[in-house]
Nanobody
Framework: QVQLVESGGGLVQTGGSLRLSCAASGRSFSSYGMGWFRQGPGKERAFVGLIGWSGNTDYADSVKGRFTISRDSAANMVYLQMNSLKPEDTAVYYC?????????????????WGQGTQVTVSS
């Protein structure tokens, strides 16, 4: 079992930055692929980015160049650095863990989810 807890959300102005953290508990965290997803008002949950157990990353086109994912496996932490934030980035952000060998963009492939943290970007 893996438990995930996100933190770091809040209110920020357009162009600002936030860093979200995801604390993981459980065994074998370093072997899990980790993803970040978000769900905006009235929208479905959507892929933001991922980091595999080997450190490979992938990002949605909408955040590429602005968001960066990193992980500290020794500390069981995953981070989402968000820069140049836009109002359309407003959403609840979730981290998720997958036991699959290759991390994936598909929501259905993730086994564990955090409770989410709210990010609001004001215009």
């Amino acid at each position: 079992q893996v438990q995930l807890v996100e933190s770091g959300g809040g209110l920020v102005q357009t162009g600002g930055s936030l860093r979200l953290s995801c604390a993981a508990s459980g065994r074998s965290f370093s072997s899990y692929g980790m993803g970040w997803f978000r769900q905006g008002p009235g929208k479905e949950r959507a892929f933001v980015g991922l980091i595999g157990w080997s450190g490979n990353t992938d990002y949605a086109d909408s955040v590429k160049g602005r968001f960066t994912i990193s992980r500290d496996s020794a500390a069981n932490m995953v981070y989402l650095q968000m820069n140049s934030l836009k109002p359309e980035d407003t959403a609840v952000y979730y981290c998720a863990a997958t036991r699959r060998t290759s991390a994936t963009r598909l929501i259905s492939n993730y086994d564990y989810w955090g409770q989410g943290t709210q990010v609001t970007v004001s215009s």
